[in-house]
C-alpha cells in the first residue's frame, strides 16, 4: 500500500498525493534471486541529454528544437534501458533510484520518464511527484544554478523521484522533506522494499535542495534517517540518491552525519558523478546500513544526463 510520509514540523501537508505505479516485470521476477542485487542512483535529468550549460546558453538566445523533443527524449530513455541492462558499462541493473523523473512536461517532451524506463528495463516501479504551482512564480536561483530548464507556469507536467526493480516492490511511500525557499523546488523523497535473501532490503532515494544551506541540507537527510529507523531498524537499508552535494564542505557534512547514523558508502568524498564541459562534481552518493557492498561505479556515457548513473552490488552481511 502506497502511503505520504510527513516530517511533523513540515508544514506543507500533501496527504491528498499518492504514490504512482506501474509493473513491466515478467510474472517470473519475484521468484529470480535476491541475495546479491546492484542498486542504482541516476539522475536521468528528464532525459533530455547532457548539454547542461550549453543547452541553456541556446534557449536564451532562442535557439531550441521543441518538435524534437518528444522523439529525443524517447531517444534517451532507450539508450539509459541498454546502458543499465546490456552489462557493458556496468552490471545489469536490479533496483534503480531515479531523480528528475519528469511525466507530461514540455521539457520532457510529454513523456512520463520513469514509465517509459520501466517499460524498457521489464521492472516495476514507483514513482513520487512535486505538483507543479499554479499560484505563484518561482524565486530566482543564485546565478550560478540557473540553468536547468524549468518547467512552466500552469503546465500539467510535474517532476518526480523513483525506484525501478526487477523484483517485486512493497510498502512504497512518498516522503515529504522540509523546505522553506521557493515551492517551486521543494525536495522529496521515495521508499520501498524488496526482497533481499532472506529478508528485506529498504531503499530511500532522496533528491536532496541544490539551493538549501549545508545545514538545511541535513535537516533533508534527518528526515529520511528518522523515517529509516523507523520502518527499517532491524533490516538492511540503502541510502542513495542526488545529494547535491556542491562543495567540499557539503560532502564531508552528508558523510558524517550518514556514517554517525551506521550507514557506509563505498565512493570516495569527491568521485565525480556529474560533469558539465570541464566542470566535474560529486552529487550522488549510496550508502548501506545491514549490508556489505562487493563492489561499485560508475558508468561514465554521454547523451542521457549530465549525471552518471553511480551503482554498487549489496549482499547480505555475513554472520559474525
Sequence with gaps: MATTLQPESHETSRPDLDVERGDFAPRTAGASDSSRLVVVTYNIRYAVGSRLIGGSLLRRVGLGWPRRRPRLVRRNISKAAQVLSDGRLMPRADVVALQEADRGTVRAGWQDVALGLAKGLGMSYVRACVPTPTDVEPQGRKWWLDFEERILRGEEGDTGVALISRLPLSD???????????????????????????TRLHLFNSHIDTHASVEGQLEQHRTVLALADRVAAAEPAVLLGDFNTLNDEARRAAR?????????????????????GPLRHHFDWIFVRGARVRRWGVARFAGVSDHWPVWAEVEPEQPS
Design 172 to 198: 512504497a511511500a512518498r516522503i515529504e522533506l522540509p523546505w522553506d525557499t521557493c515551492p517551486w523546488r521543494p525536495r522529496l523523497a521515495v521508499s520501498a522494499s524488496v526482497p533481499f535473501g532472506a
Design 256 to 276: 558524517s552525519l550518514l556514517e554517525s547514523r551506521g550507514y557506509t558508502t563505498p565512493l570516495p568524498t569527491g568521485t565525480p558523478t556529474w560533469r558539465s
